[in-house]
């Protein structure tokens, strides 16, 4: 399904469209995101501001608020946050900013549900090759992307699949409200 994920009217026709195709929602992985590089937050438009804010954080709203009716005990909720909620980034602020939102988003649904037995967590990924980075960055940020970690190098998307997986499954029945951090080796104290 194509569509802006930021639109609540699109996110019911998602979590509609998946009942109607395979009869239950028992996993939700909200991985949608945009980012822009700016030197200054004097820089950032409003417009721009409003639209990451729009697809990085209420896209994990309203997928979840059209979801949560028809999960049961023992489904789960998966959020993409960031290294970035957890230790800034200078240039990524609007950026930065909705993943903290998404940080704070996590933790208060894994409260919330915890009664129904539907578990909230997180993947805090960096930096990771997908399609935003050359979207994002200019030609030398790009050529140098990865080079920030003590790994040296960027994340793979295969190298963050297993920790989805993992959050989807049972064998992580006894974490709620948690954050997995795949950021090639920056130590982090959350």
């Not at 059209?66 to 200078?90: C, Q, R, Y």
């Not at 979207?135 to 998307?157: C, I, T």
Request: hydrophobic letters at 40%.
């Amino acid at each position: 399904m194509h569509g802006d994920v930021g639109d609540p009217v699109l996110c019911r026709h998602v979590v509609d469209t998946t009942l109607a195709s395979f009869g239950a929602v028992n996993i939700l992985v909200n991985n949608a995101a945009e980012q822009y590089d700016w030197d200054d937050v004097t820089q950032i438009p409003d417009d721009q501001v409003q639209r990451t804010f729009q697809t990085n954080v209420f896209s994990h709203f309203y997928m979840a608020k059209h979801a949560l009716p028809h999960m049961h005990e023992g489904d789960t909720i998966i959020a993409t946050s960031s290294v970035n909620a957890f230790k800034g980034n200078d240039t990524l602020i609007d950026y930065t900013a909705t993943k903290g939102a998404i940080q704070g988003l996590v933790r208060s649904l894994a409260m919330s549900l915890v009664d129904r037995d539907i578990r909230v967590n997180a993947v805090a990924p960096s930096p990771v090759w997908t399609p935003l980075i050359p979207a994002s960055f200019n030609e030398d940020k790009v050529a140098g992307f990865g080079g920030q970690v003590p790994m040296d190098r960027a994340g793979q998307p295969s190298e963050m699949g297993p920790a989805y997986v993992y959050l989807a499954s049972e064998e992580s029945s006894y974490m709620n409200g948690q954050t997995l951090h795949l950021n090639g080796g920056v130590i982090l104290n959350t």
